[in-house]
């Protein structure tokens, strides 16, 4: 497998473990990826994993030591998982970066979800962010202060006149079905305000940044909007031609 990986942006269709394979140690800045959240369903343009552990870490372990690999000194890794198996990919990211390179347990959480009479909504995905080093890029995201913050509160030494420094509980509204400025036909499509937050603070301009689990390429458009390059793939044809048109690759 032969690609130029100097072009501004590479997609390619193929296993991650494939374009892994071939790229050098230390070349990427920054990973996103929205796995596969071990459901078992049927998507239509793929099928998930099964909730089975074994089958978890077969499919995970080898592609979670080449991402590190592949992540420079400086990078950090987002894993986007579901609440299924996500006790488990918190496990093997702990293995594979080491406990100390944790560095945030990122709750997504949206206001709209399917509901069961039986349960409390599920209104929540989780971002795992990983370093490598000490040493990595990030640029904190800020908000306004709330408007009930007391008196005097401005006086204090962490007062900032940009906003305070966002949590890790990010209140960010998934698409509407009806979403006609964003959605592509895509079943599990994220939102640009999400890929935003992630590539603004974990990366600079100029710098390159991968997504193994690419899917409608939101992560790929985000990029060539905020001057990042950009490598992805995907296993699944259709999700490589949606990709393509919206990078204008």
Known sequence: MEIDFSKDIVIECCDNLELLGVQGSGSVDLIYSDILYGTGRNFGDYVDLKPIRREVEDHYIPRFLEMRRVLRDSGSMYIHVGVHISHWIRCLLDDVFGFENFRNEIIWHYNSAPRRRNCFGNRHDV????????????????????????????????????????????????????????????????????????????????????????????????????????????INPRAVQISRDRCGY
């Open 127 to 234: 971002l795992y962010r990983y370093s490598v080093s000490d040493e990595f890029v990030f640029n904190p995201v800020r908000e306004p202060y709330s408007l009930s913050a007391p008196r005097g509160y401005e006086k204090e030494r962490y007062y900032h006149s940009d906003g305070k420094v966002i949590g890790d509980v990010w209140a960010l509204n998934m698409l509407g079905q009806n979403d006609k400025s964003e959605r592509c036909g895509y079943p599990t499509q994220k939102p640009r305000s999400l890929i935003e937050r992630v590539i603004c603070s974990s990366s600079n301009v100029g710098d390159i940044v991968a997504d193994y689990y690419m899917g409608s390429g939101t992560t790929g458009a985000v990029c060539k909007e905020l001057g990042r390059r950009f490598i992805g793939c995907d």
